[in-house]
């Protein structure tokens, strides 16, 4: 079966049909996001270690050693 033929056929997920090329598009969209969000958590956390320091907050210390 031609690759074009399996990525048109229909796959119904949760009661709406997509194909597998929306299905490939949705994981790589998913993949990014969670990326981005790793990288928004990492610069939290260097923040909140660079503030906390300067203002000396010793419960939000507590969490960031």
């Known amino acids: ?13 949760k009661g709406q049909s997509k194909t597998l090329k929306d299905v490939k598009q949705l994981e790589k969209g998913l993949a990014i996001l969670e990326e981005k969000n790793a990288i928004l958590k990492r610069a939290a ?13 010793p419960l939000v210390n507590q969490f960031l050693t």
Not at 1 to 13: C, L, R, S, T
Not at 46 to 56: F, G, H, I, P, R
């Open 45 to 57: 956390i260097l923040l909140a270690k660079k503030y906390s320091v300067m203002w000396d907050f």
């Open 1 to 13: 079966m031609a690759i074009w033929v399996k990525q048109a056929i229909p796959i119904i997920i």
